[in-house]
């Protein structure tokens, strides 16, 4: 008997597609022109890593130009390949659509695993790949912006900014051409722990609607709500902060090398101290450590969060889910299948091109803000710290009050980014 094969990204996608379809009244031609990736790009290209040449694989996939630039993260994975890209690029051709940020869907990736190189030679790769895509026209303020995703992050967006900065001096908006970059670098507040907060903010806006929380068999707010996060990655970690910060209790969480789980709760900051010193979340003290990273999917909990890897909650698998409510914080962490037995079993999905638009949102707030030249609230700021403080000297004097020193602050200075 030969061993079931799971069905690619881009298999999930067209089986979603074809059942999303069946709810329009549109014609085949305008469906099959809204599925299909416009623009596919493969580059092999060599790198001197430790004396020797090698040849790396990397790709960029552009889904829609309905609306430019493009946008969509860079990974860096050792399975990354074309058919994953184009997927993930119509994923996000969808998620800008959800959330009405003007951008069209795109991905990039290069088949590598960053564990295996030092800085230096990632720099070199990731330099030699963003000259790449100058040249191809796949990288621009106006045409495609990456950002992070699996394997990168702001040093990644950094590099490509400045390598793009060097082959295009004449561009005043040449820091647009890429989001995610460090603060210091053109970056923004907030889009580090963005797609986590994002994550939080869905299941808040869960919570106050009652009909959906009591079709999930749950009752109240977050708060005491038992949480399984699969991935302590950027996103699965900043989630899980965020969402004890609301109450939730963390019962289970899984990573690459195993999963751990604690019935009356893990406390995140000594688990992610644990990692620090170990390398790894075995043997975490107080909790139960099991030996695959997909037993977690699996606990008994409130709310499963899969926020690692496509394909996790397989056919093979969702019967055994027992969670009502499902977050899907990691791209495509369902598969068609599954979808359709977990569905049926009455559990509710909250899918990704929704749960996990918080990164996208907050990359659009820095591309504005490169585009512009002007940081947020620059121009009003004085404007407005002077307002409010003739506003609290009225209130004092007509109370005959002082406002706290703490207070006074908050509302004189306001928010920031």
């Known amino acids: 008997m030969q061993p079931s094969v799971e069905p690619s990204m881009l298999d999930v996608f067209n089986d979603n597609f074809d059942r999303a379809a069946q709810y329009l009244d549109a014609p085949e031609d305008l469906l099959e022109s809204i599925r299909i990736c416009h623009h596919m790009y493969s580059i092999q290209f060599p790198v001197r890593i430790k004396n020797k040449v090698r040849i790396f694989h990397a790709f960029r996939a552009e889904h829609s130009h309905h609306r430019l630039p493009t946008k969509g993260g860079i990974r860096y994975a050792p399975n990354v390949h074309l058919d994953e890209v184009a997927a993930l690029a119509a994923l996000m051709t969808l998620k800008c659509a959800i959330v009405d940020v003007p951008f069209g869907g795109a991905k990039g990736g290069i088949a590598l695993d960053p564990r295996d190189y030092e800085a230096d030679e990632l720099e070199r790769i990731t330099r030699r ?23 990168t992050g702001e040093r990644e967006m950094a590099w490509i900014a400045d390598t793009y900065n060097m082959l295009t001096p004449n561009s005043v908006d040449a820091l647009a051409c890429v989001t995610g970059k460090p603060i210091t670098q053109g970056g923004i507040r907030g889009r580090r722990e963005a797609t ?61 090398d195993g999963t751990i789980t604690a019935p009356r709760g893990l406390c995140l900051g000594a688990v992610l101290a644990h990692r620090h010193e170990t390398g790894s979340i075995r043997d975490y003290p107080g909790a139960t450590t099991l030996e695959r990273p997909a037993d977690c999917l699996e606990l008994d909990c409130d709310i ?12 093979h698998n969702a019967s055994r889910i027992r969670a009502p409510l499902i977050v ?33 949102t907050v990359s659009y707030f820095e591309w504005v803000k490169n585009l512009s030249h002007m940081r947020f609230g620059r121009m009003a700021k004085r404007v407005g710290i002077q307002t409010h403080q003739r506003m609290i000297t009225g209130i004092e004097d007509l109370t005959g009050s002082v406002f706290p020193q703490t207070l006074r602050d908050d509302i004189v200075h306001g928010i920031d980014e």
């Not at 907060?197 to 005491?224: I, M, T």
């Open 328 to 360: 899907e914080a990691a791209n495509s962490p369902t598969t068609s299948e599954a979808d359709a037995i977990l569905r049926q079993a009455g559990k509710i999905i909250i899918p990704d091109i929704f749960a996990n638009a918080g990164g996208v």
């Open 129 to 151: 790949y963003a000259t790449e895509l100058v040249r191809k026209n796949f990288i621009g303020p106006g045409v495609d912006v990456p950002a992070p995703d699996l394997g």
């Open 304 to 315: 499963l969060v899969p926020a690692a890897l496509e394909n996790q909650i397989t056919a």
């Open 196 to 256: 986590g907060r994002g994550v939080q903010y869905v299941l808040q806006e869960f919570f106050r609607h009652p009909d959906l929380v009591k079709r999930a068999g749950l009752s109240g707010d977050l708060a005491g709500k038992r949480v399984v996060v699969q991935g302590l990655g950027n996103v699965g970690s900043h989630f899980a902060r965020l969402i004890q910060d609301d109450g939730a209790v963390i019962v289970g969480i899984g990573e690459r």
